[in-house]
């Protein structure tokens, strides 16, 4: 019995400014705490708070060293970066989605399956490698 669960959700919005237009892919994961994040073109947002009024969500970059902020409405949708889209300190690191995304599909499946969680995991790696 085979059980699609993962809680990934693929949305793509455009936004330009007077130097650029650039178009943002958004996809919600959830931490090894089950806590939400987003994948934004290959960087990760963890929440960090919300506005006075709670109708925008701050977003920081789950690097600690990095300062980009971004922000969204109450459906996670892309509202504006707080500076530029460039102003990491580091370069993205799109593997670490498909990671999060295969980790949290296993979990999920373990919640749910009765299979042994070695049987899960061999499982859905052959998968991964074959879809290849």
């Known amino acids: 019995m085979q059980s699609n669960i993962c809680t990934v959700i693929d949305e793509t919005s455009s936004f330009s400014s007077s130097f650029s237009s650039t178009e943002v892919r958004i996809s919600k994961t959830t931490t090894n705490k089950q806590k939400p994040t987003l994948a934004v073109n290959g960087y990760d947002f963890q929440m960090k708070n919300y506005n006075k009024a709670k109708t925008i969500k701050f977003w920081r970059c789950a690097d600690r060293n990095c300062s980009a902020l971004l922000h969204t409405n109450l459906n996670d949708e ?13 370069s993205p690191n799109p593997a670490t989605l498909e990671i999060r995304t295969l980790r949290e599909k296993m979990r999920q499946l373990a919640e749910h399956e009765l299979l042994p969680l070695q049987e899960i995991t061999e499982q859905e790696i052959r998968n991964r490698s074959t879809s290849r």
């Open 78 to 90: 892309f509202v504006r970066f707080s500076r530029n889209i460039a102003d990491h300190s580091h």
